[in-house]
């Protein structure tokens, strides 16, 4: 057992995957000498070597599309995106080539490969490096979407991302780089597609990924002296989903609430409240919660990006407020 | 560029040369033919009058080496060893299709023959085919892959991603531009700031300029299998720029008015099939053998379109088939 941080988490487990299989390289900007730029990657370059572990021009499109050639003629490459909004300069290469090439081959290629990026607000960054795009994602279809909120889970979905067949696109939470877990010794593999509930309550179920799951935990923690018993769910994997946890955990309090980091519109809680209404209709006992940024990009200032993302306070609020009416 | 590492053709290889550039040349009329008679659907580009390109390149390379093509490449799966059949097929939407209707005359892909896919996203597959070239490069083959694209294609961003990314790897990597003159309905040189798309931006990435007679299929074959015999020794990239020129509109049905009459007749003048013809009747090929090639690949292709029709329609059984590598499409439990 040790106190590891997310951000360690994250060489953990690429080296932990680098040491058992030659064929997994990893490439990005920054990543290697300088350790990356979150230094989520420091130590990497020197146990692995420059051959495996590649430092790349600000290139997004050849980073990604080099990503592709190589896992579709046998390697296994994780590419690093250094911030989440990134993506936009090289959407083509994740959802035109990566994502449709091997439908469209009729299953000729596969695409192993992992690609990482440091997602999310919380940073002050501002609205281009601080969106959550989980959601850009998770509407392509052939694309897997991993999203953990502790280190223990960095490693073990890391190492699944790496292992899976199928393009990942793993999502680091850049507001929980510097947050601490519990890891244990030796190798740590987890299931892509597994939710896990942190947490079993009577009256409420609160669905969260990424940073609004410790956020979640907190609300749960307030509510409950409050009155209200609530189950929490890391929801953990978009693609693959795990609706029967999610269902199981909704149909069992009969009050769900999501917590997103996403602006409003077409956020996963939105597929989720779907699927439910679809499937568990009548075991609800009031309406379904969203609880997300509002559909706005990011501001800068501490004070204005505090009121955008959902806090503690908002959740414990919104909760509140909707179980008492 | 040095030739001499490349081994001359001899006069069996350069018949086999005519077979290939006269089998694309066929293949393309009967899909053409096919696309007014409504067999095939959506979209298709020809290469008609670009095939000694195709031809040429796909002699130079080993069959574990790979392509990387775009939407205009029937001509570059067929090159490769691909049989007709499943391609005309697969321009039918049928279940016979190379796959199995799930791509399209744009997507074509042959993995078992090198064909790496065919992209339709301009400039996309350069950064993929300098993927495959690293993968080479990182497990020791010397694989070689090779990548088509159009003139147009040189003023997207992937395309100077690529090249930088392909020179300071030294990746195993050919660039090939096929200069038709024209990107859709538009004079590549009326948007480009250099009169050669390709080979005037290769010196900004440290890489010889290199210009061929894109008609002229030896001279192909030679300056590729040059570019190849280096890539293969661990030199790194290069880039081919080919004058070209397709002899019919941009896709489907397009009659390509927009060009001027002169410059189309300038360029059927220079039309590659029988020009390899007359070279090779003057290079001691007899009349009779040409002949023979000529109708047994007629033969070929009537043979390819009838299998290709007798495919089934494919059915829903393949719809949600193949998003995972687990085959299936499933996406929650
Ligand atoms: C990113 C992108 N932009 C535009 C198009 C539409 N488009 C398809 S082919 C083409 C012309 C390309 O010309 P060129 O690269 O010279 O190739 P050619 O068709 O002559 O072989 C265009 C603009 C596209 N497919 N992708």
């Known amino acids: 057992m040790a106190q590891l941080t997310y951000r360690e988490a994250i060489a953990r487990g690429i080296a932990q995957e680098m040491r058992r299989d030659e064929s997994v390289v990893f490439l990005g900007e920054d990543i290697a000498a300088a350790g990356g730029v979150f230094k989520g990657t420091v130590g990497l370059l020197e146990e692995f070597g420059p051959v495996r572990v590649r430092d790349t021009p600000i290139s997004e499109q050849a980073i990604l599309g080099a990503a592709m050639g190589a896992a579709m003629t046998g390697l296994r490459p994780i590419a690093e995106i250094m911030f989440a909004d990134f993506f936009a300069v090289c959407w083509d290469i994740v959802v035109n080539e990566i994502a449709k090439s091997r439908y469209m081959t009729n299953g000729q290629m596969t695409f192993p490969l992992v690609i990482r990026s440091g997602n999310g607000g919380g940073l002050r960054f501002g609205a281009q490096h601080s969106q959550s795009v989980e959601n850009w994602a998770m509407m392509v279809p052939g694309l897997k979407v991993v999203v953990p909120s502790t280190p223990l889970d960095v490693i073990g979905l890391m190492a699944a991302s790496i292992r899976d067949n199928d393009p990942v696109i793993f999502l680091e939470e850049k507001a929980l780089y510097a947050t601490k877990g519990e890891v244990p010794d030796g190798d740590v593999v987890d299931t892509l ?133 | 560029m040095s030739l001499d590492v490349v081994a001359p053709l001899l006069l069996d290889d350069k018949l086999d040369l005519y077979r290939s550039q006269f089998a694309l040349r066929q293949f393309e009329k009967r899909a053409y033919d096919l696309f007014l008679e409504n067999y095939v659907k959506g979209t298709s580009h020809l290469s008609i009058g670009q095939e000694a390109i195709a031809a040429g390149v796909a002699r130079a390379m080993r069959p574990d080496d790979w392509t990387f093509a775009t939407y205009r490449g029937h001509a570059h799966t067929l090159a490769r060893g691909v049989p007709m059949a499943p391609v005309f097929a697969e321009l039918m939407g049928r279940a016979n299709g190379l796959m199995a209707g799930k791509g399209g005359s744009m997507h074509l892909t042959s993995v078992e023959h090198g064909v790496m896919g065919s992209y339709a996203i301009i400039g996309a597959h350069l950064p993929i085919a300098c993927g495959a070239a690293w993968s080479a490069q990182y497990r020791g083959t010397d694989q070689v892959a090779v990548c088509f694209f159009g003139d147009g294609s040189t003023n997207i961003g992937a395309f100077h991603e690529a090249l930088n990314f392909a020179a300071i790897w030294k990746l195993p990597v050919i660039f090939f531009c096929e200069n038709n003159l024209w990107m859709e309905y538009t004079r590549t040189t009326e948007v480009t700031a250099v ?39 661990g030199e790194g990239p290069s880039m081919i720029e080919a004058k070209t020129y397709r002899h019919g509109g941009h896709s489907r049905a397009d009659p390509g008015k927009y060009r001027p009459d002169e410059e189309v007749a300038e360029w059927l003048a220079k039309d590659p099939i029988p020009r390899y013809h007359q070279r090779l009747l003057a290079e001691g090929a007899s009349e009779a053998q040409l002949v023979e090639i000529e109708r047994a690949v007629n033969e070929a292709v009537d043979v390819a379109t009838e299998e290709a029709k007798a495919g089934a329609v494919p059915g829903e059984d393949l719809l949600m088939k193949d998003v995972w590598a687990n085959g299936g499409a499933e996406w929650r439990n």
Request: glycine content about 6%; overall charge negative.
């Open chain 2, 195 to 233: 009169a050669n798309p390709a080979a005037d931006r290769a010196s900004a990435y440290g890489l010889e300029s290199i210009i061929v007679d894109g008609n002229d299929a030896d001279e192909v074959y030679a300056v590729t299998a040059a570019c190849v015999a280096r890539a293969r020794a």
């Open chain 1, 193 to 325: 597609g597994s939710a896990k509930v942190l947490r079993q309550g009577s009256n409420a179920t609160l669905i969260a990924l990424g940073n609004m799951v410790p956020r979640a935990q907190l609300a749960a923690e307030e509510l409950a002296s409050a009155g209200i018993d609530c189950t929490v769910v890391d929801v953990r994997s978009l693609v693959p989903l795990d609706t029967q946890t999610i269902l199981r955990e909704v149909s069992a309090t009969g009050r769900m609430f999501t917590v997103e980091e996403n602006p409003r519109l077409c956020g996963w809680g939105g597929e989720l409240a779907s699927i439910v209404a679809d499937e568990i209709f009548y075991d609800l006992d009031g309406p379904i919660v969203r609880i997300t940024t509002p559909h706005i990009p990011l501001p800068a200032a501490d004070a204005l990006e505090d009121l955008a993302i959902p806090s503690v306070t908002r959740i414990v609020e919104t909760v509140q407020k909707s179980m008492n009416s």
